[in-house]
């Protein structure tokens, strides 16, 4: 290097924030050391580069783009680049040699390093060079090793690794011992989005619309598709106290937001629903009415009424139905309200029946234990059964009969598979106050179902469709309304005036197919 010509070099500065609390890598420091460098060696300092909490595990470092592009520009004047130590640059070798050497070299610019070899001029020294490059690829290797089983202990003790807790929580605390807690500015806005997507009525796209229409605005951000799809897939588990790491899932310090029905429910609906498509129209039956034939959803759809009459809905079948290739008729949405009408006028509730309800409810509560411990027994034996799968699963890993992998696999099917009998067997046990509370909820709108049904919204209309009545099917000619066993069983006793056994079958309302 000739000392007595002066030459115009660049300086590149990083560090992480954990290196300069750990190990003293600071700003300042680096550019210290490479200025009294530059000055022993009479280079001239052009422009400093400096990455503040970047690593170099990769490229992705804003003033390293802008360095590169700089030299792209003025390389004619530059004739060398100076860092700190050369794992400031890069830490990996791939990076080194496919993208900075050739960037370098092909400019004819030097890559110096203030604390470190720079004899290039023989084999040892391009040997020493090598050695540093690999030295830091190791280094950072065993960092990140260290720093994985650091979390992973960290993990098995309870406490979340992330960086960022999700929507719903924050910490608290000192840097060093911060807790995890419910966030009571955002909690109120989870716990609605599990109550509204549990409902089965909405997709990611359109419960981000409710949830802005409603004017919620989470950690002060719109709230999107991507948000709720984070706390619905992403987060869920985290939700439930628990956490995933690694792959494996962890038993969390923190309080969880929702319990495990709610988890199981989200997983059946993420499953029926596996890629929830965004709706440009609001459909108040689809999801609700079947086919008879297959029991095949029916699709909905709008057509042009004539002479500029408006838009109409319709509920046909599946084009790729097998069963109904050739089915052309199309149902009209007000024939399905009518027939709605129909099954909700025949449920009164006059004070004499209510009278008669409570009398009576004292049958329907003996009845719904009778029915109760028979399930129960049933459920129990379920549960044994799958206890004792999962007892004979770890005697055949431990005699070396399946796999870890297997193990993991079928352990995690057959604890899911127990967590829904438990959860079921203790369901049975809130049947009856369920019983109590539906009843409250309907005793008002009961005095005139079907005004208080039409009065309501999409929304509203959809829940209460679903509490009483969900199945709808259509036979081609009729619609056909089933109640729900426990609601058929209760209006026996004071609503039903007819008794409907088996659901409400409207034979009145037959499908006007505007195409016949």
Not at 48 to 66: C, E, H, V, W
Request: charge should be positive; glycine fraction near 4%; include cysteine.
């Amino acid at each position: 290097m000739q000392k007595s010509i002066k030459h115009k070099a660049l300086l590149y500065i990083r560090v992480s924030t954990d290196e300069q609390a750990k190990h003293g890598y600071s700003i300042d420091m680096q550019q210290d050391q490479c200025r009294q460098f530059a000055q022993r060696n009479n280079l001239q300092i052009d422009k400093i580069f400096i990455d503040d909490g970047y690593t170099a595990k990769n490229m992705r470092r804003p003033q390293l783009k802008s360095m590169i592009e700089h030299i792209a520009i003025n390389y004619k004047s530059i004739s060398s680049i100076i860092v700190w130590r050369l794992d400031r640059l890069c830490r990996n070798t791939d990076d080194y040699y496919a993208s900075f050497k050739p960037i370098f070299a092909s400019r004819g610019i030097e890559l110096l390093s203030a604390t470190e070899n720079n004899d290039m001029d023989n084999p040892y020294g391009r040997y020493m060079r090598n050695i540093q490059i690999n030295n830091a690829e190791l280094e950072s290797n065993l960092t990140s090793i260290r720093t994985i089983a650091n979390l992973r202990e960290k993990a098995k003790q309870g406490s979340f690794p992330g960086a960022r807790v999700p929507i719903g929580y924050k910490r608290i605390g000192k840097e060093r011992n911060k807790k995890i807690v419910p966030d009571p500015e955002t909690i109120s806005f989870v716990k609605y989005v599990f109550e509204l997507y549990t409902s089965g009525l909405f997709s990611y796209a359109s419960l981000a619309r409710k949830m802005r229409a409603d004017g919620y605005t989470p950690r002060g951000k719109s709230v999107t598709k991507k948000m709720i799809e984070n706390i619905l897939v992403t987060y869920l588990i985290f939700y439930t106290g628990k956490f995933k790491f690694g792959g494996v899932v962890y038993d969390g310090k923190h309080e969880p937001i929702i319990n495990k029905e709610t988890y199981l429910s989200v997983l059946k609906i993420r499953n029926q629903h596996s890629s929830p498509k965004t709706q440009t129209h609001s459909f108040l039956y689809r999801g609700l009415i079947k086919c008879a034939k297959t029991e095949k959803l029916l699709t909905a759809e709008t057509h042009k009424g004539a002479h500029k009459s408006g838009n109409y809905v319709y509920y046909r079948c599946p084009k790729n139905c097998d069963q109904c290739n050739d089915c052309k008729c199309f149902l009209k949405e007000e024939v399905i309200d009518n027939a709605v009408k129909e099954a909700l006028d025949l449920i009164s509730l006059t004070p004499e029946n209510y009278d008669n309800l409570k009398e009576n409810f004292r049958i329907m509560l003996d009845y719904q234990k009778t029915f109760d411990g028979e399930k129960k027994a049933e459920i129990e034996r379920s549960i044994n059964r799958l206890k004792t799968r999962i007892n004979n699963l770890y005697d055949d890993k431990l005699d070396g009969l399946i796999s870890a992998e297997m193990y993991m696999k079928k352990r995690e099917e057959f604890e899911y598979k127990l967590d829904e009998k438990l959860l079921e067997y203790s369901a049975i046990n809130k049947t009856n106050v369920e019983l109590i509370r539906n009843l409250e909820e309907l005793s008002e709108p009961l005095k005139n179902l079907s005004t208080y049904y039409f009065q309501r919204t999409d929304f509203e209309k959809r829940y209460l469709l679903k509490l009483l009545c969900p199945n709808l099917f259509y036979d081609g000619s009729k619609v056909v309304i089933s109640i729900k066993s426990a609601f058929i069983a209760l209006f026996n006793f004071a609503i039903f005036k007819n008794g409907a056994p088996d659901g409400i079958r409207t034979h009145a309302y037959r499908n006007h197919n505007p195409r016949s």
